[in-house]
Structure formats: C-alpha cells, structure tokens
C-alpha cells in the first residue's frame, strides 16, 4: 500500500521534473540572492556610482538568469537518475529543507 503511494507520488513528479527543478533552483537563488549582492556590492562599492549601477543590472538581469538556466537543466538531470520511489520523497524533503534554511535565514 504504501509502495503504491510513493510509486504514484514520484511518477506524478516525474512528468513534472522541468518544473520541479526550476522551482528548486529559483529557490535556491531568492535564499542567497542577497548574499550574493552583498558579495558583489562589497567588490564594486569603491567604484563610480554607473559602473556600481551596471554590475548591478548585469549580475540581476544576465547572472542569475544564467545561473536558472544552467541549474535547472543540471537538478532535472540529477533528480531524472533517481527511482522513481524516492523522487516523491526526495523533493519534498528538499522543499522542506529549503524551507527551514529559508526560514532560519530571515531570523538572521
């Protein structure tokens, strides 16, 4: 019975691994987006407020966009080897996990 349940689950997810794993990636990139930022803010502060401004724009609009597009692709081709058994489990434990390290970044 409970095969059966994990065995619908993650061939219900398998048919949606593209979308599962651009969700994970967009995830992964709004919890340490702004880490990010700080990081680049911290390289460029001491540069001219137009040159701050367009590494900005390019790391927001050119970066991250690359970073989705390179990650999604590389998470759907790792969770695509799993048994489909344990891909139901497997992503909402990384959902969940996301979740609280979300979570526990914003107490910070």
């Known amino acids: 019975m409970f095969n059966d349940v994990l065995m619908t689950l993650g061939s219900w997810m398998r048919g949606h691994l593209p979308y599962i ?27 001219h407020f137009i040159i701050r401004t367009t ?15 390179w990650m999604a692709p590389f998470l759907h081709m790792q969770l695509a080897q799993v048994s489909t058994r344990y891909l ?11 979740g609280m390290i979300a979570e526990r970044k914003r107490g910070c």
Do not use: E, K
């Open 55 to 69: 590494v900005f724009v390019l790391l927001c609009a050119f970066g991250y966009g690359l970073l989705l597009n």
């Open 88 to 98: 139901g489990v497997l992503v909402v434990a990384i959902m969940v996990a996301l």
């Open 21 to 47: 794993s651009m969700m994970i990636s967009a995830t992964v990139l709004v919890i340490w987006g702004s880490d990010i930022n700080r990081i680049v803010r911290n390289q460029v502060i001491q540069y």
